[in-house]
């Protein structure tokens, strides 16, 4: 695949008032993304849009290429990806299903795939407002799996997303989820790095001897039955084992390449933590859920409540040892779903039945509540948040917890 | 500074471009001052349809933490400004999103401004205005409804105007100075900075008083629990004889109440019955299904499902049996079809005097007489309002 010529839009770094879409469609630019694949659906589209602008602007060199379906989107970035190319997609709810046959094989293939999942609930109804469920679904299949808060995280976290995927020692593809509307149609203020600088901190793709090229003969998947299955597996297990040292050297490396990050103030990859340190409680959540909470959460300490919260940034890899240590300190956590899993243990959502696997080792637990709230793009607001605290307080104050999930702001 | 917050109301699609170009300028000025700002669209309107009210709103604050309180919204709770970019929503918005009848000035805070683009009288625009319980001011910009959208974009200096509109009656937002320099940066024309100074000159405010305007209770959903909702996202169809009074009196035009859409439109449909020749062209095409069949099948177009589109008026055979019309000239959704049953000379005559005030204006489809222009031209220089 022909590298092209730097975008000469971005030669310098600039200021942008630009949504979390467009801050990734950026970042593609400045990635200098080979193979770009669209099929429209809201709330991802906005990413497409942008892309598309910037190719027509002149500003980025892609092959961008609007496929009849989100299955063949995600094939061809698949196929683009074995022959060397660096390669962006993405879609939302329903559209991202649609294309999950490719989407299984691309983790199965070890494709560095970068993907954006702009979260939107699943049909039926037809809403467009963000759920978790979405993303969530390739949760076990070998994608790892981040959530941005901002639009400044989504451009830096699609550079991470990059130089990580790509790193032979992974080779496993990346989806970053965006909370529709709050981050996919929301214009802030985002520091764009100079294309140069970005040069910098990403290599260029190298498949090795894994590219599918004349010169390199090779077959890629094979049919094989139980007697090689196993092992595929195992490897694609250790490839997403090894691409927590891969996060932490890239992410380290991102925070000195680029002074303007979202990144400076947060010391882990993994997740954030805000007024943690002497928190009773720990408000647990993804997304954009973090604004509403971190506002509540001042509001309660000058009430002198020890409030704090941890923002998971990384689902997959699951930053179990970090979690572990971070949440061992407190009283309580009260975990917030966007998303649901009917039937599970508890009845309550994925993020929190895995925080409270996570947690099971630890000789002191803490409380562990779960709260479904903000469903289909209903606000979460700073009383929903004070809501979920009172509820957690009382089973701190009884040392009992009467009901383990809670949905909030649901009529009823 | 406390974070100021201001919304633009426009016609989805028609006008995005325009409410765009105002809320991202906002933003831009605010950033000369060293402030923080946000500018995103209300995302239940999203995606637009083409004249469909939607909102967009700027958001600037001193820092991020300030900013904060106000992310992760559809809409602001509140604003200091709401602009007005079709005078014809002051009747009240209504989204696609089945938000219900919003009045235009619901969101405007106590003391807070309404900027209308008009050629309305200010008392006019008042009377079509829902009452509120608290004092606003009401500052027009004497101008035709702009339509710089996403297909078409004309760049009649509208967002400009507004700008320097803006600075003059919300003054704790920005500076006029930072906002030339926005527009100056951004467009890189000295004539649309002259129109935004000219604006900010010109600015003047109609106050309107606590109880002023149109009393009606505006039309709003029922929102269910889970516990009374049906199952399976079904809605049931209004009952069946619903619609039709029995017997001689036949016909009434009814509407399921969870499908009502009408305050969407700028502009109605209205049927000469007398011309009609049965073709069923109307019926067939509406987009929304609004033609009611009649006793005696003439096509009555139910103001309680039409979104103005006007398909009806285009697919229509005969020569002004349907003529689309301004919508503000209407103040209820009333059956044309039962007024010209009522009194049969009476409806003609209003239907004929609305069709001559029609040819007269200059909505949506351009200039109707040559030298509309200038006239207008020479209108939007003069300042808004009655004093
Ligand atoms: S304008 Fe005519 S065609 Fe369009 S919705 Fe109204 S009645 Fe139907
Ligand atoms: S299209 Fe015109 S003539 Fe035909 S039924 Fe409708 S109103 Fe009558």
Request: net charge negative; glycine share 8%; aromatic share 10%.
């Amino acid at each position: 695949m022909t590298t092209t010529a730097q975008p000469a839009l971005f030669q310098s770094g600039t200021e942008e008032l630009i949504s979390g879409s467009e801050a990734i469609a950026i970042a593609c630019a400045l990635a200098d993304v080979d193979v770009i694949t669209a099929y429209p659906i809201r709330p991802y589209d906005t990413v497409m849009q942008y892309v598309a602008k910037l190719k027509a602007d002149g500003a980025f060199d892609c092959d961008f290429i609007v496929a009849e379906s989100e299955h063949s989107q995600f094939e061809i970035v698949k196929h683009a990806s074995a022959v060397g190319a660096r390669t962006f997609c993405g879609s939302s709810g329903v559209g991202w299903f649609y294309a999950f046959e490719a989407i299984t094989v691309t983790a199965g293939l070890r494709m560095p795939v970068v993907a954006m999942v702009g979260n939107r609930a699943l049909d039926d109804p037809g809403a467009f407002g963000v759920e978790h469920n979405d993303a969530m679904a390739v949760r076990d299949l070998g994608w790892m799996l981040y959530w941005v808060a901002t639009a400044q995280e989504a451009l830096d976290a699609a550079l991470l997303a990059y130089r990580v995927a790509e790193d032979p020692s992974v080779f496993l593809p990346m989806a970053l989820s965006c909370d529709g509307s709050f981050l996919t149609h929301s214009q802030a203020i985002v520091n764009v790095p100079a294309a140069q600088q970005v040069q910098q901190y990403l290599p260029p793709y190298d498949r090795g001897r894994l590219q599918l090229h004349p010169d390199n003969p090779i077959t890629v998947a094979p049919q094989v039955n139980e007697d090689w299955l196993m092992e595929i597996r195992r490897q694609a297990d250790e490839a997403m084992r090894r691409s927590v040292g891969v996060i932490k050297e890239a992410y380290a490396e991102l925070n000195e390449v680029f002074p303007s990050s979202s990144f400076q103030d947060q010391p882990s990859p993994f997740i954030e933590e805000y007024e943690t340190e002497d928190a009773d409680i720990v408000i647990v959540g993804m997304g954009t859920l973090a604004l509403p909470v971190r506002v509540a959460i001042r509001r309660l300490r000058e009430q002198g409540r020890k409030i704090g919260f941890l923002r998971v940034k990384f689902f997959r890899p699951f930053a179990t040892e970090e979690i572990r240590e971070a949440l061992s300190r407190c009283k309580a956590v009260c975990v917030v779903d966007r998303d649901y899993s009917f039937g599970s243990p508890s009845y309550g959502g994925v993020l929190f039945n895995d925080l409270r696997s996570a947690l099971y080792p630890l000789e002191s637990r803490p409380h562990i509540l779960n709260f479904i709230a903000g469903l289909g793009g209903r606000e979460v607001h700073v009383n929903d948040v004070n809501e979920m605290v009172d509820i957690t307080q009382k089973a701190v104050d009884t040392g009992k917890i009467d009901q383990e999930t809670t949905w909030i702001g649901v009529r009823e | 500074m406390a974070t100021v917050a201001v919304e633009v109301v426009y016609r989805g699609i028609f006008q995005k471009t325009l409410a765009r170009n105002i809320v991202r300028s906002i933003v831009f000025a605010a950033r000369k001052e060293g402030k923080i700002g946000t500018a995103f669209g209300r995302y239940g309107d999203s995606p637009e349809r083409n004249g469909i009210p939607a909102k967009q709103f700027a958001i600037v604050a001193d820092d991020a933490e300030e900013l904060e309180e106000n992310l992760a919204r559809y809409e602001a709770s509140e604003v200091d400004v709401t602009i007005n970019v079709d005078d014809t929503m002051c009747k009240g918005i209504e989204s696609w999103a089945w938000y219900g009848l919003q009045p235009i000035n619901e969101l405007t805070k106590p003391g807070g401004t309404l900027i209308v683009t008009s050629r309305q009288e200010a008392d006019d625009l008042v009377q079509d205005m829902h009452q509120k319980d608290s004092p606003y001011d009401l500052s027009i910009i004497r101008s035709t409804v702009s339509f710089s959208g996403l297909w078409v974009y004309k760049d009649d200096h509208t967002d400009v105007r507004i700008l320097g509109n803006l600075c003059r009656v919300c003054p704790q937002l920005v500076s006029l100075d930072s906002m030339l320099e926005a527009i100056r940066e951004q467009f890189d024309n000295e004539t649309k900075v002259a129109s935004a100074r000219r604006a900010y000159d010109l600015a003047n405010v109609r106050p309107v008083e606590p109880g002023e305007g149109n009393p009606e209770t505006p039309f709003k959903f029922e929102l269910p629990g889970w516990k009374e909702m049906e199952e399976g996202l079904v809605i049931k169809a209004i009952d069946e004889g619903t619609g039709f009074r029995g017997g001689e009196e036949g016909y009434q035009p009814v509407r399921n109440s969870v499908f009502k859409k009408f305050s969407t439109r700028s502009m109605r449909p209205i049927v000469n019955f007398e011309t009609c020749i049965k073709c069923t062209l109307c019926w067939l095409q509406c987009p929304d299904t609004c033609f009611d069949v009649t006793p005696d099948g003439l096509y009555d177009a139910n103001m309680e499902s039409c979104c103005g589109c006007g398909v009806c008026e285009a697919v229509c055979p005969v020569p002004d049996c349907v003529t689309m019309i301004n919508e503000q000239h209407f103040d209820d959704n009333s059956s044309q079809y039962e007024a010209w049953q009522a009194d049969a000379d009476g409806y003609k005559q209003w239907m004929t005097n609305l069709i001559d005030v029609q040819k007269q204006e200059s909505r949506t489809h351009g200039f109707h007489h040559v030298g509309g222009y200038a006239e207008e031209i020479a209108e939007s220089a003069q300042p808004g309002g009655d004093n």
